[in-house]
């Protein structure tokens, strides 16, 4: 239903959470209040860690039961009044979606999806505020500091968020045990994140550098993902690879057949972290001469 142009379905099926049967997918939401681990064995180790939260049950329980309270306790002074057929409706919408969702994405996806009816959330709350009969002065006041806050909390992430710093804000020294200062020789560079899970150094890095990331952890890539995405590289003249120290050569086969980067090994900088050690090589992309690619590497 929703796929994508830059990816096969296949890549975005994620089953390492889900229930083996119908009656895990009703249960989840309350077995999360629990300590919830994977239900496969091939895992990264590290990767992915057991947790629990109450917030799915208290969803499932409180949405449906305010809409129920709201049902019975409705008379000739409620302008709310919602028919039978509305009730199951609503129920059985909530149910079946919940299950359809976990089933083309994992329960983490669920969640961030919910994000994407922000913007249809926000036009209905302006309509209901702005139709408020009584205290019309009230309901109007409301209305614009409703449409203010949202204005600035966009212009705000839009400023913040950019696509060159991703709003970098860095962890102090003892955290990582390294400082922004170390990294003052790699200004307007673009920064080739490898396989190694490197983002907690990205905020140390000048904020004129730019970041993207191989999608080497990602399999099934389409042929239309690999030319948008890879743009940056193609126009770079300073580009730095990083990876684990431990595994920087482990895939410089593939990085020069499937994406053109020639990376220089004998050249790179070990810095010792507290999280790994780090590695990083200056590299360099071929502009011309790549393959069709219809599918990428699944490195593991």
């Given at each position: 239903i ?26 989840l939401?309350?077995?999360?209040a ?9 895992h990264?180790?590290?990767?992915e ?19 129920f309270?709201a ?6 002074t ?8 509305e ?21 983490y ?10 913007p ?20 109007i006041?409301?209305?614009?500091l ?18 060159t710093n ?5 962890f ?12 003052g020789k790699y ?14 150094m ?5 904020n ?21 995405y ?8 300073d580009?730095?690879?990083l ?14 057949e499937?994406y ?7 050249r790179?900088?070990?810095?010792h972290t507290a ?5 990083i090589?200056?590299?360099s ?16």
């Amino acid at each position: 239903i929703f796929h994508s142009p830059f990816m096969a379905p296949r890549a975005i099926h994620d089953g390492r959470w889900f229930p083996v049967d119908f009656a895990g997918y009703l249960a989840l939401p309350f077995r999360l209040a629990f300590v919830h681990h994977h239900t496969t064995g091939n895992h990264l180790v590290g990767m992915e860690i057991p947790f629990r939260t109450l917030f799915p049950a208290l969803v499932l329980i409180l949405v449906p039961a305010v809409y129920f309270w709201a049902y019975a306790k409705r008379s000739s002074t409620c302008r709310f009044k919602p028919s039978v057929i509305e009730m199951y409706f609503l129920a059985t919408f909530v149910l079946l979606s919940f299950i359809v969702w976990e089933k083309m994405f994992s329960y983490y996806r669920y969640f961030s999806a919910i994000e994407t009816i922000a913007p249809a959330f926000s036009l209905v709350s302006l309509a209901r505020l702005l139709s408020w009969r009584r205290m019309r002065s009230a309901s109007i006041a409301g209305a614009a500091l409703f449409v203010a806050l949202i204005a600035s909390g966009s212009l705000y992430g839009t400023h913040a968020l950019a696509d060159t710093n991703w709003g970098r804000e860095q962890f102090g020294r003892t955290y990582f045990g390294i400082n922004k200062g170390e990294f003052g020789k790699y200004e307007n560079s673009l920064l080739v994140l490898g396989t190694a899970p490197l983002g907690f150094m990205v905020p140390y890095f000048p904020n004129t550098d730019q970041v993207i990331g191989l999608p080497e952890r990602i399999p099934y890539l389409t042929a239309r993902f690999q030319k948008n995405y890879l743009k940056k590289l193609s126009k770079a003249k300073d580009i730095y690879y990083l990876s684990s120290s431990p595994n920087i050569e482990r895939h410089k086969l593939l990085l020069a057949e499937m994406y053109g980067i020639h990376v220089d090994f004998q050249r790179c900088e070990k810095y010792h972290t507290a999280a790994l050690a780090v590695a990083i090589c200056p590299a360099s992309r071929r502009s011309s001469g790549l393959p069709p690619l219809a599918e990428g590497p699944d490195l593991k």
